[in-house]
């Protein structure tokens, strides 16, 4: 079965610093691969995704992403966060039709941005 | 923006009584998934739906049923709630045009005691 690891539990910030959140997964094939961010008392809401192409992702509120095949990584980065950025982050990674498009879960890095 | 709409939001229940979660989505999805949310443990998926009366397990289905009468409606069933089931459940549909892509309701935060 497909598992999905994020390296950090707790991520303590100050603002404008670089924030880089880690995630390999460790399914070999093709794969889909996601970042989700929830903001406190709130739902999952899509950061962004990969499918294919440049590896190098871009995503909402300054958030990027880059696929790293060979290391089955999928590293979350952001050059200078925001105090709206204290959320849970989430990595995840979708294996497909014929695993019937679910999505599997990293068990989230909770990032605490200080003003 | 697909709409899902989760009900009840919040619900408080005792040990051994069955309790059912609603998810109901307006736009003919054919994907939709259970998650539970645990601290430390992130998404689970519980079961999920890849049409009317078509289900499968997830990796904690134990303890949970679910159906799918009609293309919108999609219920989780706790048979007999225990304290362990204790959660916030989110309900998924696939959307985007591979059906890749998770669009999740609110949630639901369940207490058993």
């Known amino acids: 079965a497909q598992s999905v690891s994020q390296h950090n539990h707790h991520v303590i910030l100050s603002e404008a610093a670089s924030l880089e959140l880690g995630c390999n997964y460790s399914y070999g094939g093709t794969v889909n691969l996601f970042w989700y961010v929830q903001y406190p008392g709130q739902h999952l809401q899509l950061l962004l995704k990969y499918f294919s192409g440049d590896p190098l992702v871009k995503g909402i509120k300054g958030f990027e992403a880059e696929f790293i095949k060979s290391k089955f990584s999928f590293n979350l980065r952001k050059p200078s966060v925001q105090w709206s950025d204290t959320a849970e982050y989430f990595c995840?990674?979708?294996?497909?039709?014929?695993?019937?498009?679910?999505?599997?879960f990293g068990g989230g890095t909770r990032v605490l941005v200080k003003p | 923006d697909a709409g899902i709409t989760q009900s009840p939001r919040h619900k408080v229940t005792e040990t051994g009584t069955p309790v059912t979660l609603r998810c109901h989505q307006t736009e003919n999805h054919r994907y939709m998934y259970w998650y539970r949310q645990d601290p430390g443990h992130g998404l689970r998926l519980i079961h999920y739906s890849y049409g009317v009366k078509d289900t499968d397990k997830g990796e904690v289905s134990d303890g949970y049923s679910v159906s799918r009468s009609k293309t919108e409606d999609f219920l989780l069933t706790l048979e007999s709630a225990t304290s362990s089931q204790t959660s916030v459940y989110f309900c998924?549909?696939?959307?985007?045009?591979?059906?890749?892509?998770?669009?999740f309701g609110q949630g639901t935060r369940l207490t058993v005691v």
């Open positions: 995840a990674v979708n294996e497909g039709k014929a695993a019937g498009n679910k999505l599997t």
């Open positions: 998924a549909i696939s959307v985007g045009t591979k059906n890749t892509e998770a669009f």
